[in-house]
């Protein structure tokens, strides 16, 4: 492992880049984003007003818009569509006797709909006004108009809100972040070593050959743990101290991992990397170069992590049933860690599901690299030669039991 | 008196390392070679001969010192140089995907040759006997048949001089006596061959004169004979030990 | 004086063989084409289906509520009517109400075991709207948890629900009362959406094509120009082609029009792929929706040409700078979301292609691009940004080549003949780096001091800045005075740099004005940042001291001697002043103040490379910070001077670096170190 702490490069993409990188993103993300929000209310539609002249003074009237542009009026409806359609009038107001309204707007883009929701909830406004005061008129309560008002409560508090949003972001970008930061070192351990010729040294050294897998594995797993956990400290510290200077004093989600989950966390990321680490390891070494190993590897890589894109999903927590399934439940697994909801039976299933996977695939590697092709270096292993082997292999202990 | 094709004068080539410090890859080197001649740069490995070839085709600079290739001044015109030579090292690969046909055609293209340019390649594949696996992909060519096909693209625009670093390296016995077999007629047919070796029975076999280098400098040129006479060693590597203890004598 | 007639038929030799070479490699062949074919129906579907599975359960939840409070009964009775009234009326939503009593219905619903919890409350108890007889209306509660969606959901429905039960009474009432004949038509609004349909659609595939096609170009383009330059070094066969008489431009120039045409190919095959979505409609998605004619696919064909030449040009810059193929994999990283960000800008609500976005390549495409797509780009706005993309595109070529010829040569860097010019070199390249580590620890004060400014000054400016700059001085044993460039200038600038320093805060507040007009920000955030500062009734020896000599001092050593004395051995010193200036400006962490602070270090910068020297700078720094110290307890409003008082601040700064360039005694530190230990050869 100190060879690859020594090559500056591995340091820098595994560990490095989701450090630093993180703070610079979603900066410019957040920055982007209230950008856009800002943007978005400062856009003023441009509205015109079709109608009767008495009711000219309809806007000035009307709550709430100020916020949008009455432009110079068209004669009629037609002229309105006209100008819709040529861009220079977002939406019309046609206001015909009655009074009864029509609004035409350009459905598409986003300073229609906007002039739309505005109108309309204005026009609302003074409709309820109105029958309210018709009502009042006729002799109805007020009581009775009103019959109840309504009002919402969020009962969350900032804590959870942020864990929650955490629990959004975090699964996918965690998944993520641990198979690229195991990526490398494990298509280098094996490929890469194959390439530099560094292989056939050490596996014609004294050391039992599975004993060097094993190490191999080992330092391949504590980098892409290591990234993992990185990735969560530093996504919490960026929506902490980033966020929380563009919008202080306002009912901000707080983001923090409480102290307790931070095991769960721990223990995701290890499970992860070492499911992680040993796909790819086996992958890489059917391969004779860097690069080769690389293209083997990818394919994994998208396997690993579109478990995580599936956590899109609503109601997906970690069970007993979801905990079956490999990859995903150490996403899930993290997500519940964040919320606080992790159970126990559920994770003691990831642990050992996940532990049963690196086993399996370990075992797979350990034979792999028994074969002569692979001690060679340059031989393509084919899977059914390979299967072959394994079953000859099991059929000479079965006999040997037997006989 | 016959013009040299390569004139070498007072090179030197320094360079920094981390580790060693200040390296000085070749101090003071000077030769020449002559058209029809097969020129042998022998010493042991780290001598430098790899850097003065490197220096010679173009590929590194000098720190100071001139190189001249057929008239041509390395440093003033090294795009002219490169059309005269044609240069192989351990550190030139092929192109992996490529054919070892396709390989040579390119070569010969890009290089400018203007004869028949698929009568020649043709003709450089039946030479070095490279028909059975003309066409297959170059990453699918053994350590051998790669070298014999890197130098087969050395040669394919047929430029008057050659600069081989180690080229029999790593062949086995018959391909390397049909690499050497080819250098001979090659020097046959007229052109300079400039190349390095460390295993001395073959500078013994091939070379028409010999520099002998040893960390950077040379230690003595002239021909097998005259070598013989200077040391009174019949074999180079007595000779070359004989050198090397004058050498360190006169201090 | 290589042979012209040969040139043509060489790079054309060069072009023919590699790019067979590079076709032949299966996995180019799968990421650049197969791959992004398969993306985007991949994504279509999944997307459906995640929005389909949402919307089911979305509309299968059951409400779990319970009511609390003294009125209880009169609650619960309610949200039974609504939700009767409902399942009676409305067809679309049927809702799903089922009461729960627990015996603390609020614990209930922080522990997640109901969804709802609705109350009645009094509104004398609550802040009516003042009109009379409303204290007697009661009001509904509804509590709901807003980290949970499924709450959310609820609390929506049965809000509508209600909502509804209460417009049914009121009918109810107007009708009875005789108030209105006719409730439903009265002061009735219609709505009429004229948009052409699919429009809506187009709309959105308009404003993320660009982004599309841009992030495949990078990475397919990728593989290939990673493998033509940095692979092809590492392989050898680069020194191979380096002995023929192939020039290193012509050399350049050619694996230029490989990766250029990779990246055509991927833009053309791309927008077929769109072609099949939409016109042909081939898979049942929301983008069949929108019709798109061959016509107009084939103008944001054309439109994405230029995106295509500058993606290449990217490429291929990338690829000379790295020493290796992994090295380039690093790089490029980075780059393809930096890449993203100005693809993105149609997805920023009002940006349109006739405000300041027509000047920033890409952007002006994609706005052009996503104009076409909905039914209307100016043309002669889109012919500017085809221009100016494509000229972006040359000059981002033009410099890839001239960075690959010579890093062509395998001694890309002329090696260094002394011990200290040895570690000058190794400096040079660890010192940008190192700030990457100095920002990620910036960020780490900044959050753990955020509410004590002061230690937070203290410890980003002195601990880290100062301190890593000190130890990467110490850690490559560069002397300190002339690494820095601690000498005296010429004593003739001090009274014209004294001059510029209001100058220069003149002109930065145009600049401010530019940036609260590009990045508004809310008059809250101002008022916070200002009460942030250090709180103006501390001493004023404190204020100095903290806000303008030790930031100074600290951050001048950092970004105007270590980082930019690195990186102009690079780039150069113009490109390094800029570069400087640009993170510099990054380092103070918010958007609005990024532009004025880079100005500023763009000031600074030209000071320290145009005297040699860093104290005109630190100088500089601490009475520009001062004076806005001061500036900022005052009524005088800076953010808005006229024209003259402008025209004579430019005038100044330009004559205080005119004074600098002229009087320069010495040449720069650093070269001086450079030079003494070169030696000659």
Partial sequence: ?403 | MQDSTIQIENLVKVYHDRARGEVRAVDDITFSCRSGEIFGLLGPNGAGKTTTLRTVSTVLQPTSGTVRVMGIDARQDPVGVRRSIGFYSSTTALFPRLTARETLRFFAEVNGYTGDIRQRVEEVIHDLDLGSYADVRVDRLSQGMKQKVSLARTDIHDPPVLILDEPTTGLDVLNAREIRNRISTLRDRGKTVLFSTHIMAEAEKLCDRIAIIHEGRLLGTGTLGEIRERTGERYLEDAFVKLLLRRGADG | MADRSGRLSRISSVFLYQIRSVLRDRRTIFLAFVLPLLIVPAMILLSGWITDVREEQRESVEIEYAVAGPHSERAANMVRLAGQHTAENDTLTSLALKEETPDSPLSSLADGELHLVVRLVRSSKIHGEGESGTSKTPMLVLYYRGDSDESGWAMEELGSALEGLRAAQRRELLLSSAAVTEPDSFMALQLTDLAPEGRAAAYTIGRLTTLFVLFFILAGGSVVAMDLVAGERERGSLETLLTTSVTRRELAFSKQLIVLAIALSICILQVLNLLLYTSLGLLESPLAEAAISPARLILVLLLLLPVAFLASGILLLISSRARSYREAQILLFPVVLLGAVPAAAPLIPGISLGSVALVIPVANIALAVRGVLTGGVNPTLAAVSWIITGGAGIAVSLWSAKLMGSSLSPEADVLPSSPVQLRLRLFSKSAPRAFLPMFALVLVSSSLFSDDLALQIIANTVLILLGGSLLLLRRYRLPLRETLGLQLPSPFIWPFLGAAVPAGIVLSSHIYRLSTALFPTSARMMEEMYARGIGLDAPLWQLLLLGAIVPAVCEEAAFRGVLLGSVRRTVGSASAIIISSLVFGLFHMTAVRFLPTAFLGLMLGLSVVLTGSLLPAIVWHALNNALALMLSGTSLDPTSPGTLPTLAAAATVAAAFYVMARTRSAPSPQVALDKRHRGDG
């Fill in chain 1, 1 to 403: 492992m100190r060879s690859f702490l020594r090559e500056r490069q591995v340091v820098l993409f595994s560990i490095a880049v989701p450090v630093v990188l993180y703070p610079l993103l979603l900066w410019g993300m957040f920055t982007m984003m209230s950008l856009a929000q800002e943007r978005g209310t400062d856009l003023r539609p441009r509205v015109g007003l079709v109608g009767p002249a008495s009711f000219r003074n309809l806007p000035g009237s009307l709550a709430g818009l100020e916020s949008v542009d009455w432009l110079e009026v068209p004669a009629d409806s037609q002229g309105a569509a006209e100008a819709i359609a040529a861009d220079s009038l977002d939406a019309a107001l046609i206001v015909r006797p009655g009074p009864s309204f029509e609004m035409l707007y350009d459905g598409s883009g986003e300073a229609g709909p906007l002039a739309r929701r505005r109108i309309e909830n204005a026009l609302e406004d003074v409709r309820e006004g109105e029958l309210r005061q018709r009502a009042m008129l006729h002799g109805v309560s007020p009581t009775s108009w009103e019959y109840f008002h309504m009002k919402a409560l969020d009962i969350a508090s900032r804590r959870e809100h942020g864990s929650f949003m955490l629990s959004l972001m975090l699964p996918i970008f965690f998944t993520v972040m641990v198979a690229v930061g195991s990526f490398y070192p494990a298509v280098d351990s094996t490929a890469g070593d194959r390439e530099r010729k560094t292989w056939e040294t050490l596996m014609s050294c004294g050391v039992d050959r599975n004993a060097v897998l094993t190490a191999k594995y080992l330092s391949v797993t504590t980098l892409g743990t290591t990234a993992g956990l990185l990735n969560v400290g530093s996504m919490t510290l960026t929506l902490s101290t980033i966020l929380a200077p563009l919008a202080r004093g306002a009912q901000m989600p707080a983001f923090s991992i409480s102290a307790g989950s931070i095991p769960l966390v721990v223990l995701s990321s290890l499970l992860l990397a070492a499911m992680v680490s040993a796909g790819m390891m086996i992958l890489a070494s059917f391969a004779r170069d860097f690069r080769e190993g690389q293209a083997l590897v990818q394919p994994f890589y998208i396997m690993a992590i579109l478990p995580a894109l599936l956590l899109q999903l609503p109601g997906l927590r970690l069970e007993a049933l979801t905990a079956l399934v490999p990859f995903l439940n150490t996403a899930l697994l993290v997500r519940a860690a964040v919320l606080g909801t992790a159970g126990l039976l559920p994770t003691a299933i990831t642990v050992a599901v996940s532990t049963a996977a690196v086993a399996i695939m370990m075992r797979a590697a350990g034979h792999i690299s028994l074969q002569e092709g692979a001690a060679a270096g340059d031989m393509r292993l084919r899977a059914p030669a390979l299967l072959q082997s394994f079953i000859d292999k099991r059929s000479e202990k079965g006999g040997a039991h037997a006989g």
